[in-house]
């Protein structure tokens, strides 16, 4: 049998990620499977059952390298995601994602009003399609035969922790992502459940995030390589655990992951509340909160440009071709900027109907500036959250990176001179699945606290004078352009909408 080790499993958008951990902290093996999801113009879906296939594949694959099962397995989750199921348990509906963005009238209207506030400051979660909130008020007005049908409305961590005990529970950390969970007083909130029109018997029971249970199904354990003595623990939601695995946990640091989409977080022990700019204040555990911003547009915006403006031209095919491309045009590209808000915006405008734009085009540029001016946008986004932190928190020092793109030099420099911060890239495990290691060695003893997490190997990369100076400049322009352009996009959405 092996030694002790914990796994941490992080189930995101595009696949789940599992790491296993000695009490050393060493990382014993790691497993990754993907699936899809289905995006049809506002519409984002994922079936649930091959998420729970690459669920077990993901333990499996570390048991069977390890010769023996865990002592623990500790979750994180994507948050924001609702799926509709019936008195068996069964899904009605693949689990609809974040990037959902069919129930924003809902938001629009609910954002302008003073009940809108009022759920924010009590929930801690902007008020925007993204939120399960919006999407079943949606789903009742515009699918009322569905919505009278659902006997529950769960996450996808809910639906696999169904799958493998047959109870419904709902972490803190995870209820406060839904916009229905009074993130002070740590149960459903009462004017939410009664904007989307349901009782709190449609939704799971709220649990601590180290709530633990044995004795998952048999079959199902034997599966995956488990004794009836493995133990699961609840978790947490990936973004919240992102910033314990990046060990972001002093004030004057903040994480930035960038993935599909991207998010700037601090951690604080009270909220930060901010109606107008609706920081999100989503717990970490009953004393932790992890508060900033989420931008949709990440990860996804390079492979839109790969895909759409490159498609194998001027021979770049992959990421590495494109940003070995972005690293050969100076910084500003050229007067070229571009707002990248390709599938809407979240923080700091909350704007479902804003579109991407390039400005500034002349017959000087060329792919390489467009790429470049791409690469600058997806910082700037990311600036213009790490600003409004600041206007109500006070400076930042650090930025802690984590995500797929922190394996490329060229755009961790990029960030840094933008934001005109140090950047730090830890190595080791991904940063969510990490995060719920250390989330259940805290609960079982092997820390007294987070401060104790040793800090691994990081490369660091500091801000370039030169190039922050040109950012500045840019960075000016960019925060005016939505303002001006807001009218026109949301115009150009309503005739794409009757174009469809």
Request: charged fraction near 15%.
């Amino acid at each position: 049998m092996p030694s002790p080790y914990i796994i941490g499993i992080d189930i995101g958008t595009g696949s789940t990620k599992a790491v296993a951990v000695d009490k050393n902290n060493t990382v014993l093996s790691t497993a990754q499977h993907f699936y899809e999801a289905i995006t049809q113009g506002e519409k984002s879906e994922q079936d649930v059952h091959p998420v729970f296939v690459a669920f077990q594949q993901s333990i499996r694959q570390i048991v069977d390298k390890l010769g023996g099962p865990p002592e623990v397995i500790s979750f994180s989750s994507a948050m924001h995601n609702i799926l509709v199921s019936d008195s068996q348990g069964e899904p009605l509906t693949g689990a609809i994602l974040w990037s959902d963005t069919r129930s924003n009238r809902v938001a629009e209207a609910l954002r302008s009003s003073p009940l809108g506030e009022q759920i924010y400051l009590a929930t801690g979660t902007p008020v925007h399609s993204m939120s399960p909130l919006c999407k079943i008020r949606w789903m009742q007005e515009c699918e009322p035969a569905l919505f009278s049908k659902a006997a529950r409305f769960i996450s996808i961590k809910e639906f696999i922790w169904w799958q493998l005990f047959g109870e419904y529970v709902i972490d803190h950390s995870l209820a406060s992502a839904t916009g229905l969970f009074n993130v002070h007083q740590l149960r459903w909130e009462e004017p939410a459940l009664q904007f989307a029109g349901i009782s709190t018997q449609q939704l799971s029971q709220p649990v601590p995030v180290t709530y633990t249970k044995a004795n998952a199904k048999r079959e199902l354990a034997g599966e995956m390589g488990l004794s009836a003595e493995t133990v699961f623990m609840v978790g947490a939601s990936d973004g919240t655990l992102a910033n314990l695995g990046s060990r972001c946990l002093r004030p004057s640091d903040a994480a930035v992951t960038i993935g599909t989409s991207a998010a700037v977080r601090i951690t604080s022990p009270t909220p930060v509340q901010d109606a107008r700019r609706m920081i999100f204040n989503y717990r970490l555990d009953e004393n932790t909160f992890v508060c900033g911003g989420a931008v949709n547009n990440g990860g996804n915006v390079f492979q839109w440009v790969l895909e759409q403006l490159f498609n194998g031209r001027a021979g770049v095919g992959n990421y590495e071709q494109l940003f070995q491309l972005v690293s050969q045009v100076a910084a500003g590209s050229n007067g070229l900027l571009f707002l990248p808000y390709l599938h809407g915006e979240r923080a700091p405008i909350w704007d479902e109907k804003s579109s991407g734009a390039f400005i500034g085009i002349g017959v000087g540029h060329n792919l390489a500036h467009f790429a470049r001016s791409a690469a600058e946008g997806v910082c700037f986004a990311l600036l213009h959250i790490l600003s409004s932190l600041e206007e109500v928190c006070g400076p930042l020092e650090q930025l802690l990176v984590s995500g797929g793109l922190t394996h490329t030099d060229v755009m961790m420099q990029l960030l840094a001179n933008v934001t005109g911060k140090r950047v730090v890239v830890q190595l080791g495990g991904d940063a969510s699945a990490m995060g719920a290691v250390y989330l259940a060695q805290k609960a079982r003893g092997y820390l007294s606290a987070y401060s104790e997490i040793p800090v691994n190997k990081a490369t660091v990369f500091q801000p370039e004078a030169a190039a922050g100076e040109i950012y500045k400049q840019s960075f000016a322009v960019y925060k005016n352009l939505y303002p001006v352009l807001k009218d026109s996009m949301h115009t150009l959405h309503a005739l794409a909408q009757r174009s469809m």
